[in-house]
């Protein structure tokens, strides 16, 4: 099966501009995650979907940083205005299982590696 | 909340030497444990997974326990491959079929040597 897509791959931008991420997980996965690793650290949760519902936005900087799943497929980050802070890898997941499922786990896309000069 | 410590690095081995990449926990109830790894240019992998106490997860010769009594999930392997040269990621969920949030470890680097 087609892994999680994302683009773009790598995207260099100014700080004050905006930005945006796409993501396209795999086909029937529900749950959707957007993940932020900045350079030496782990990944930290943004944002977690289910279907085209927020499940868990705790993390992410709602000032500045949004995202939608509008139809339960695709899912667009955007930042606005970028930091120099948010220089980082944005990691799209989607998640395979569910209650009763033999097997669960994170598939992870390539990312999109942002600087912010 | 949930954090993972994990060893730091980078790692440098000599192929066939045996690894260890120490990884503690701190969670509230039972949580699955995962490490994951991601090869230089390819995104992050499920490697192995144990969902519950004394349940150890293998794959591709890396092993793993999870010790409920340390707090602990090393990854071990007896004999390490060129291949191997990665970073790993020690990282956990707090339901048991991983619908929530992974909380991930800051990452080692391992480098092996011809």
């Known amino acids: 099966e087609a892994g999680v897509a994302q683009s773009p791959r790598y995207k260099i931008i100014e700080k004050r501009q905006s930005v945006a991420f796409w993501c396209n997980p795999i086909s029937g996965h529900a749950t959707l995650y957007w993940y932020q690793q900045i350079l030496g650290q782990g990944p930290k949760l943004l944002i977690q979907?289910?279907?085209?519902?927020?499940?868990?936005d705790s993390q992410l900087p709602k000032d500045r940083f949004s995202a939608e799943r509008l139809k339960g497929v695709d899912s667009t980050l955007k930042i606005q205005p970028a930091k120099l802070e948010d220089s980082a890898v944005y990691l799209c997941a989607s998640y395979s299982g569910g209650a009763g499922a033999a097997t669960s786990e994170q598939f992870f896309g390539p990312g999109t590696r942002l600087t912010v000069l | 909340g949930d954090s993972v410590t994990q060893m730091e690095g980078p790692v440098t081995l000599s192929e066939e030497a045996f690894l260890t990449i120490n990884c503690t926990y701190t969670a509230t109830g039972y949580p699955s444990l995962f490490w994951y790894v991601q090869y230089p240019g390819e995104g992050l992998q499920l490697l192995l997974k144990?969902?519950?106490?004394?349940d150890k997860g293998s794959n591709k010769g890396f092993e793993a326990t999870y010790r409920k009594e340390t707090t602990s999930f090393h990854l071990e392997k007896g004999s390490v491959q060129v291949s191997d040269s990665a970073v790993y990621f020690c990282?956990?969920?707090?339901?048991?079929?991983?619908?929530?949030?992974?909380?991930f470890g800051t990452g080692t680097r391992l480098t092996i040597i011809p």
């Open positions: 144990a969902t519950k106490a004394d």
């Open positions: 979907f289910q279907n085209n519902g927020v499940v868990d």
């Open positions: 990282a956990l969920t707090s339901a048991n079929f991983g619908n929530e949030k992974l909380t």
